[in-house]
């Protein structure tokens, strides 16, 4: 069964190379896929008594199980050509087809297979090996005079007060005075640098914008290089390297959005629910046009429960670390889609998915609702992520009471193409013990690890001065100054 195989392999390979992530990715779909190719060609066999035809009729079923439809129609017909042959001359009283003729075009069709692979390994080792970018990164020396454990936890896409409250109506104040009675200030004019969760990431990690470390190169002409470049920035952060150097251990819950992971830390919490590669699969797959709705469920329950492990694993990684230690959790959530209810209903995906958006698409114009349904939606969502946080948050300050805590977002809902400035228009609640008020009103992601780092290690890390950056939606490179 090594030629289905073969073929999974060079397909998985293939799509690997135009989406910017670790190739950790790729091992979990390529074990289901193949443990399923062998269960289905065994029992093929055991049926029809034909390996060779059980090889191929496999082969037809992985590529069109993996979207690449040419390549199954092909096979496809190759088989039914000589069915058909087969029986028309039994019923012409011909002699069949001599037993070498199916087991030639199974040896053709792992010759394509082997061929097929080999392509695959090439791109993916040339997409592995392309070069990154030229950084001038900043430099932190840290004294720390205490070893209080920091938690960073993004809650992806939270939008600030003032648009839930003048956009939707709904008032927030009950949630950000729940968090001011365990101790955190909140800023009420927070706002980010960047529109986009990679480029929040590389300028917060880094304390720096990502123009002056990257200078006046030329960056790549194509998303998935800018983004592995991107990555780079992450993984090489200067911030979590100065905490390691400082006797911490920087540790991350990563999202289903792994190419979002820090993938420098020295303990990595990935998901146990399907990755966005894995979604990104499971979307193209011609399959689910026959079950749409049995997919888009078991998807959004999944977004659904990663949202509370990834709260939950925080909280617990406070309970049993024994050493200083840097936390940063992904929340994907209150980013679409609207998975989280308050009222005990089952989790949705967008009605869009997957032909007409991505499970993750922000933008109103997409979703085929109005502003009021997505207001609706919004609100559950809000609300019961609200409610996890908190109980989170007591977890949490139960198990660890000198905690530094930071709750934030990378940039707002971004549901209208046409209101840029709401992606701009972040939320931000900080927990400080020693350092009340150590935040602005108006902080900046850049500025939020520049600014701990110099309160709490002494640092030389002062603010930088507010700067922010529209950028082309495909392209996270392509950046244009905001006035």
């Known amino acids: 069964m090594s030629q289905p195989i073969a073929f999974i392999a060079a397909i998985l390979l293939d799509r690997w190379t135009v989406w910017a992530t670790s190739g950790s990715v790729l091992i979990r779909p390529a074990i289901v896929l193949s443990v399923a190719a062998i269960v289905i060609g065994v029992v093929l066999w055991k049926a029809s ?16 199980t993996l979207r690449e439809l040419f390549l199954a129609l092909v096979f496809g017909a190759v088989i039914a050509a000589w069915a058909l042959l087969q029986a028309a001359r039994r ?21 394509f297979a082997i061929g097929f692979l080999v392509v695959g390994a ?52 009950p949630f950000l005075s729940a968090l001011e009675d365990r101790g ?7 706002r980010t640098n960047y529109n986009k969760t990679w480029l929040t990431f590389a300028s ?8 002056d470390m990257l200078g006046d190169q030329a960056t790549p002409n194509h998303p998935t290089a800018e983004l592995r470049w991107l990555q780079v920035l992450n993984s090489q952060a200067r911030i979590p390297a100065a905490l390691r150097d400082a006797g911490y251990a920087i540790r991350t819950v990563a999202s289903q959005y792994t190419s979002t992971t820090l993938q420098s830390a020295d303990t990595i919490v990935t998901p146990s629910q399907l990755n966005e590669f894995e979604i990104h699969l499971a979307a193209s797959s011609p399959w689910t046009a026959f079950f749409r709705d049995q997919v888009a469920d078991a998807l959004a ?30 929340v994907h959530s209150p980013h679409t889609p609207f998975v989280l209810t308050d009222d005990g209903s089952k989790p949705a995906a967008p009605a869009c998915f997957p032909y007409g958006c991505s499970f993750w698409e922000p933008r109103l114009v997409r979703l085929e609702i109005d502003l009021d349904e997505y207001g609706r939606q919004l609100a559950r969502q809000i609300n ?20 530094i805590v930071i709750l934030m977002s990378d940039h707002g809902l971004r549901f209208a193409t046409d209101d840029t400035d709401e992606h701009y228009r972040s939320f931000f609640a900080a927990r400080t013990p020693g350092h009340p008020d150590l935040f602005p009103p108006d902080i900046a992601p850049v500025n939020v690890l520049r600014t ?3 309160a709490y290690f002494e640092a030389d890390a002062e603010p930088l001065a507010y700067r922010s950056w529209s950028l082309d939606w495909a392209y996270n490179l392509r950046l244009e100054a905001r006035e």
């Open 384 to 403: 019961r992520l609200n409610e996890l946080v908190l109980d989170g948050m007591d977890r949490l300050l139960a198990a660890d009471p000198d905690a």
């Open 184 to 190: 955190f200030d909140v800023s009420p004019d927070a």
């Open 301 to 330: 329950a999944g977004q659904a429960e990663r949202v509370a492990e990834t709260i939950d694993v925080t909280v617990e990684l406070a309970r049993t670390g024994s050493e200083p230690q840097f936390v940063f959790s992904h």
């Open 452 to 454: 701990l780092v110099s």
């Open 49 to 64: 008594g034909s390996l060779p035809l059980s090889l191929l009729v496999t082969d037809v079923l992985v590529l069109f």
């Open 91 to 111: 019923a012409m009283g011909a002699r069949p087809f001599p037993a070498e003729v199916p087991w030639a075009m199974a040896r053709s069709a792992g010759i």
């Open 204 to 211: 917060m990690l880094n304390g720096a914008y990502i123009d």
């Open 122 to 173: 090439l791109g993916a080792a040339r997409s592995a090996s392309a070069a990154g970018p030229i950084m001038d990164l900043p430099s932190y020396q840290l004294r720390p005079t205490s070893e209080p454990n920091i938690y960073l936890v993004l809650l992806d896409g939270y939008p600030r007060a003032d648009t839930l409250r003048d956009t939707f109506g709904i008032d927030n104040a």
